[in-house]
């Protein structure tokens, strides 16, 4: 009997552990001292479905979908298979049970325990039960016979008895085994053993041999031995045939005999020695499952074929129209039925072989192969329709038996052929291991632990709290009942379901209470059970089986309640955030259709996210659900996966850690209890071969990092794409958090632009070094403008005209786009509100943290300078640029030459007060204004270099300042750079001249200083609304009216507000043109003549941008 000896692999923690197969032979059962029942479909399946029945588990029986088990709670328990369904208690002991076995026809259920007694239990009414007394010890093992009358049990105390079940009286009782007082001194289990099918034999296991003894008459009639087997026997099961019988030892020896013969077959030695605890035939008879004393499973596989020897000839004739039977089927139980019909042909091949007279096929069957029957069943026993047509294939009328058999199926087959609708995950509490554990944990979260208790001594409930700052230990009474918790810094939120006589309840503690009375208590609507609870910055809610969120105040005061959509599966609460994951559809081919909502229940009620589809791996389910530290929602499914929510990418969630990584064992999880953004950590309990922690001891806490799903991270490139990446997402809350109203950490966010800043250099730099120039240009435009400044720096040092060139190009997109997303930045500074959107800008005089200040200050500059030619603008071609470098008043830096050609302005606005980019030689000012002239105007000759000796400009690194120091900044730099007008604006008029007569003279950098600036839209339109809010808000100061008249002020349609513009710059745009031009010629020149001509007013605004972005470039300051 040649057989294959697979490779052991982890299944359940140490400690005693058994298998069964179940009755397809589809799946292998285990169970073990975890108190998990795990379903695998194949020795390699890395995540098999797990039902938990108790602390321990001590035994298991399948038959018929229903699993039997004997747990530490000293139950005997049944679950629906493969759902894993609690399907009730069959019975109660008073102590924990040892072993159970079913009957041949799955109607009876027997089983020992250590309180000395065996009972016999009806599977469908528990009530019928027989109980069995006579041993003296506790009890090892059961087994019924095949025909239910006699049922045989071994125990501590050295005896076998066989019992008559119906009379509950020994019929024979023999002293065969050492004597010991529990079932861990013994020093074998006797899992004795009744032969199937026929039933004639009784096989027990005495020291190194086996006994066989004959039913009724109860003589012995055999032993079987082997000498390698030197260590008692713990172990036999017969095989589905009743031919074979299979052993298994303490010092971890494993022997099949043909109990026809006494002839060991094979012989099987465990990798590690282990004790042997349990064995398990296949239905097909082809392999046989085994556990040990440490917890791991094994396979014996390839034991079909000597089973088939010599009954080929009998299974020759059924091959064929079986496999066209099972066909029929798809391959729905493809694994279990191909390899028994693979024994078939196999043995019927080896028969042709070794026989050439094709007359033995036809020879018609004889008592002889009826005898051989059992043998058939070994191997085609998990298709009936295989089983019928091989039997009657033996009768001589085989052609008519075959048709018959085939026929029936077809109308049976379900109309729908698609994958089958999954089973809707039930409604938990994250951080909650399950229900029906006595110690579990009710909720762990990062405020602090609530574990609940119920068994014989107490049945309680433990707040404990990571901070003892925020309050001390508590020991709550569980007199109703209370299943579900949740902690928040304020109270604990408790709830119970209902039953026949009390309804479901929902208890608060709110120990943050000033007052006396610390608690409340609801009773929720009849028929109508709390399913899902969460608590948040001074609210409470509770998801009911009547699918309404019931909302209430932190103090008892009911708030609003809505209906969900579907079937709530959990909820999670942060600060004014409600996240809520409910069932959105059926979903199918093993996959859970989820759908999530999150509201926002602060003053500004609203919905973030409407019912979008949740993403999860296939085949996996939601595992937790909740929000980090700083407030950003993210979960994690079955396969370990945790994800985020992206608010920058349209509330999209994105994969930010992989546990299963990190396992050291596929059988081993991660039970996540926390996620914190800054630092980034995901805290969580490693489990061993579990998917939660037990109680105690308590578990230590482990950090893992995080780390995006992007291609080739082992290359230097992948890892600092992933690091950028994760860096903007995981500080993209500060926006969040500021938009709310939320303090933020500056420096913090400082310290994660700069990192972002410097990651995107280095990146640059390594495109740079290999010589893609392209991929620059794409790191560029995600850089902010002073970063761009450095990398042309980077680019012309490295000699990379074009890229540098190229570079150029996109600082002054940036400008123009970021005016464009932004048309309320003006009139929010202006106004002289402080938003607590966006950090200090720049300054005219030194730079600011947020490059975004500047194109504010641009937009603002822009509606006093253009005035009414804003519109005239809009339709230039927006491909010509102008000069982004020219010189600035009171630099030496005399500007490139500008050619006749005509050159529009791209931008709608453009200002001076833009910090300059970086420091640099001049090769980078003069590679750009070659790139403006050549791409506008006929190509100067040479490198420009010949514009004259610049200073070596310093980097204006930037540095956070409030609003306040912003704007006076802004005013002294102002004044500063107006004083100097007289002295620089002539010698930078005289080169803008020579070449380009009708062309004004450049105007200094800043010019809104000698006047007060010009009011804008909403300046406008707030004071003529300004008494009709304060008469609404007679209350309110200064900054309350304009926050208030902000927010009236963009209520109004697009239009609205256009036209308040427009009228602003009527009043104030022609004066400013007068001011510009007097500034820049003097007075010297004529003003109307430059206004009669459209062409001239376009050259105008280029230089005008030429100028101002020379100022940008050359800020001494």
Sequence with gaps: MPCERKPMRYGHSEGHTEVCFDDTGRYIVTCGNDGDVRIWESLDDDDPKFITVGEKAYSLALKKGKLVTASS????????????????????????????????????????????MVKVVEVSDSSQQKTLRGHEAPVLSVSFDSTDEFLASASCDGSVIVWNIEEQTPAISWPLLQKTSDVSNAKSLCRLAFQPAAGKLLAVPVETRVHLYERRSWEHVGTLSDELLTQPINV????????????????????????????????????????????????????????????????????????????GSTKAPAAKPAKDYD??????????????????????????????????????????????????????????????????????????????????????????????????????????????????????NSVGIVRGYNDEQDNAVDVEFHDTAVHHAMHLTNSLGHTMADLSQEAVLLACPGTDELASKLQCLHFSSWDTNKDWMVDLPPGEDAKALCLGQGWAAVATSSL??????????????FSVPGPVVCMAGHGEQLLVVYHRATGFGGDQALGVQLLQLGGRKRQLITGEALPLSPRSYLSWLGFTAEGTPCYVDSDGLVRMLNRSLGNTWTPVCNTRETCKSKSDHYWVVGVHENPQQLRCIPCKGSRYPPTLPRPAVAILPFKLPLCQTSTEKGQMEEQYWRSVLFHSHHGFLSSSGYE????????????????????????????????????????????????IRYASRSRRMNLAQRLGEIALEKASQLQEDEPWGPEEEEAGVPSARRTSGYGRAEPAADPRRSREEEEEDGEEEDGGELESEETTDATKRSNPFAKEGGSPVTPTPIGKAGRSNPFKVAAPGKPAPASGHLRVANILDSMTSSRKSAPLGGSAATAGKGPVLKPLAPRAKTKAQSTLLQISSNKTANKKTPESAEPAAEPQQQPDAAAPALPPPAENGENKRPKTGFQLWLEENRKIIMADNPDLDETDVIKEAMGRFRTLSADERRSWTERAKGQTGDAADVRKRKRADGGAEDETAESDSESSSRKKKALDASSKLSAFAFNKN
């Excluded at 060991?264 to 239905?283: D, M, N, Y």
């Excluded at 933020?744 to 070094?769: G, N, P, T, Y």
Aim: one cysteine or more; aromatic letters at 6%.
């Design 744 to 791: 933020i950490d500056e420096a913090a966010r400082a310290q994660s632009e700069k990192e972002q800043q410097e990651l995107l250099m280095k990146m640059f730099a390594l495109s740079c070094k290999l010589e893609r120039e392209f991929r620059c240009v794409e790191l560029a435009e995600l850089m902010p403008q002073n970063v761009v400044a450095l990398a």
């Design 73 to 116: 709670n000293n139950t005997v328990q049944i679950h629906t298979f493969p759902d894993g369904e609690p399907d009730g208690i069959l019975t109660r002991f008073t102590t924990n049970a040892t072993h159970v076995a079913f009957n041949s026809s799955g109607s009876r259920v027997a089983a020992g325990s250590s309180d000395f």
């Design 236 to 311: 036999v099961a017969w095989s589905p045939c009743g031919r074979f019988l299979a052993a298994g030892s303490v010092g971890g020896s494993l022997a099949v005999w043909d109990a026809s013969n006494k002839l060991c077959l094979e012989r099987q030695k465990h990798e590690k020695g282990f004790t042997v605890c349990s064995l398990a035939w296949h239905p097909s008879g082809s392999q046989i499952a085994y556990t040990d004393t440490e917890g791991c499973l094994g396979l014996l596989d390839g034991l079909g074929t000597a089973s088939s020897s010599g009954t």
């Design 548 to 561: 309404l969120l019931r909302l209430f105040s932190v103090g008892g005061v009911q708030r609003e309640v």
């Design 327 to 444: 066909d029929l089927f798809d391959e729905d139980d493809g694994g279990p039925m191909d390899e028994g019909l693979a024994d078939g042909n196999s043995a019927k091949e080896a028969a042709a072989g070794e026989d050439e007279d094709e007359d033995d096929f036809l020879i018609p069957s004889t008592g002889r192969v009826r005898n051989r029957g059992a043998i058939l069943d070994d191997d085609v026993s998990l298709d009936g329709g295989s089983l019928k047509l091989g039997r009657d294939d033996d009768d001589d009328d085989a052609g008519s038996s075959v048709a018959p058999a085939a026929a029936p199926p077809a109308p049976l087959r379900p109309v729908y052929d698609g994958p089958e609708p999954t089973p809707p995950q039930k409604a938990f509490q994250p951080g909650s291991t399950p229900a029906h554990l006595t110690h579990r944990f009710m909720v762990w």
